[in-house]
C-alpha cells in the first residue's frame, strides 16, 4: 500500500474518534490479505467495533491471541496476574484458568513455564472455542461449564495454582463502561453481580478443595475492590495478601492454602 492510501485510513480513523489512528492503521494494513479485506477491515473501524474483533487477534505478553466476536477482550492490566502467577509456578505444576475467556492467560503462562499440565475453564461457549484455539498447542485443554464444575474431580486437592480473572464490575456499573466494552463484549464476561463480586466468592469459597497444600489462587481485582476481595479469601481459610502494580492499574489478590499439619 502506498503512503498516500496509508493516510486515507489514519484520516478515516481519526475522524471516527480513535485515539490511535497511526497505530491502527498500521495494525489493520498489517493484516490484511488483499485491498478489499483492508477496506472492509477499516469499515467496521470506522463503525466502532474493536480494532481486536476486527483484525480477529491481540497481543498478550508478547503472543498472538487468537480472538472472535463475543469474545472479552484481554487487558493489558491482566499481564499482572500472569506475572505473579508465572513467579509462583514451577515446572510440572498443575494449573487452572478459570473464567479463561480466550484462553489468553493460561497461553501466556504454558508458554513461559516449562511442562505445565494447564486446564482452562469457561461457562461460555464461544470462549471455549477461542480458548481451545490459543491453549491446545501449548498442551492446554479447555471445558465448558460453572466454574470447578467441569474439572475432572482427579484434580482436587492436587492444583498448584488457581488463576481467575473473573467479572468484577458490579451490575449497575455496566453501563459505565466505554461503549466498546458495552456494546461488543460480552455482558456475562463483565457482570460481577451487585457488587462485582459474585464469582470472586464462589471461586475462592471452592478452592480449598482444589489446591494442593500450599497451593495459590490468583484473582484479578480492582483496586477498590480489592479489601473485599481480601476478607473474601480469608473467609474461605487461605492465607492472603494484595500486590498492586500502579503503572498498569493492576491488582492481584493471591490466598495460600495453608500446608498440611502433622
Known amino acids: 500500500m502506498d503512503v498516500q492510501n496509508g493516510q486515507e485510513i489514519i484520516d478515516k480513523l481519526r475522524s471516527a474518534g480513535c485515539v490511535f489512528a497511526e497505530e491502527e492503521a ?4 498489517s493484516e490484511a490479505r488483499t485491498m ?9 473501524r ?34 499482572f496476574l500472569v506475572q505473579q502467577a508465572r513467579a509462583l509456578a514451577c515446572p510440572g505444576d498443575i494449573v487452572v484458568d ?4 480466550s484462553g489468553a492467560v493460561g497461553a501466556a503462562l504454558a508458554a513461559e513455564l ?12 464461544i470462549a471455549v472455542r477461542c480458548a481451545a484455539r490459543n491453549v491446545t498447542d501449548k498442551g492446554g485443554q479447555v471445558f465448558q461449564g460453572d466454574l470447578y ?15 481467575a480473572n473473573t467479572p468484577y464490575v458490579p451490575t449497575e456499573a455496566i453501563e459505565m463502561l466505554p461503549q466498546e466494552a458495552r456494546l461488543y463484549e460480552p455482558k456475562v464476561a463483565l457482570d460481577g453481580g451487585q457488587d462485582g463480586l459474585d464469582l470472586q466468592r464462589k471461586a475462592a469459597q471452592e478452592a480449598p478443595r482444589w489446591l494442593a497444600p500450599g497451593g495459590h489462587l490468583l484473582i484479578e481485582t480492582s483496586e477498590r475492590q480489592a479489601p473485599k476481595t481480601f476478607e473474601i479469601f480469608m473467609s474461605a481459610g487461605l492465607t492472603t495478601r494484595i500486590v498492586r502494580n500502579e503503572e498498569m492499574d493492576a491488582t492481584v489478590v493471591i490466598g495460600v492454602r495453608p500446608p498440611l499439619e502433622y
Open 36 to 44: 478489499e479485506h483492508l477496506k472492509t477491515m477499516t469499515e467496521l
Open 98 to 101: 478459570l473464567c479463561c475467556g
Open 46 to 79: 470506522v463503525t466502532g467495533r474493536p480494532i481486536e474483533y476486527v483484525v480477529g487477534a491481540t497481543t498478550f505478553c508478547n503472543l498472538r491471541i487468537e480472538l472472535e466476536m463475543g469474545v472479552f477482550i484481554p487487558r493489558r492490566r491482566t499481564e
Open 114 to 125: 516449562n511442562r505445565i499440565s494447564l486446564y482452562a475453564v469457561d461457562i461460555d461457549p
Open 26 to 29: 498500521q495494525l489493520l494494513i
Open 149 to 163: 464444575t467441569p474439572l475432572p474431580q482427579s484434580l482436587k486437592g492436587r492444583v498448584n495454582i488457581i488463576v
